[in-house]
């Protein structure tokens, strides 16, 4: 990894949240109500959850998606509007824009951005 471009936390979390193209990112996964993780996981073209999508990648526009189905059905409540608490538990939620399927990343285990190495 010599020679590899590093960019800080504070910087990666803003330009997730201000992205509207999609970006990719590495990080460790970790359960810690199973008391699992360890696992290297990378993700090349995603975008935070509930976030401006870029046309035809909206997760809400596939039919049969959770986020579809959720929003087809306004009188019956869903997990996705339940607040996540981000800022207590120091996670994000993303959305693949290649299998519209969500996952949930600990900023603090992010180690890639972009192809550039995290700085915590």
């Given at each position: 990894?010599?020679?590899?471009?590093?960019?800080?936390?504070?910087?990666?979390?803003a330009?997730?949240?201000?992205?509207?193209?999609?970006?990719?990112?590495?990080?460790?996964?970790?359960?810690?109500?199973?008391?699992?993780?360890g696992?290297?996981?990378?993700?090349?073209?995603?975008?935070?959850?509930?976030?401006?999508?870029?046309?035809?990648?909206?997760?809400?526009?596939?039919?049969?998606?959770?986020?579809?189905?959720?929003?087809n059905?306004?009188?019956?409540?869903?997990?996705?509007?339940?607040?996540?608490?981000?800022?207590?538990?120091?996670?994000?939620?993303?959305?693949?824009?290649i299998?519209?399927?969500?996952?949930?990343?600990?900023?603090?285990?992010?180690?890639?951005?972009?192809?550039?190495?995290?700085?915590?």
């Amino acid at each position: 990894m010599a020679g590899q471009e590093l960019i800080p936390l504070k910087q990666v979390l803003a330009e997730m949240q201000a992205a509207k193209e999609p970006f990719s990112l590495r990080f460790v996964k970790l359960n810690e109500g199973k008391q699992q993780g360890g696992e290297i996981v990378e993700l090349p073209s995603v975008l935070l959850s509930g976030r401006n999508h870029v046309a035809g990648n909206d997760p809400s526009e596939k039919k049969g998606s959770p986020v579809a189905e959720a929003s087809n059905q306004p009188d019956q409540p869903t997990q996705l509007t339940r607040d996540p608490n981000h800022s207590d538990n120091m996670t994000r939620n993303l959305v693949s824009t290649i299998n519209h399927r969500f996952t949930k990343v600990h900023i603090y285990l992010i180690l890639g951005f972009n192809g550039k190495k995290v700085l915590i």
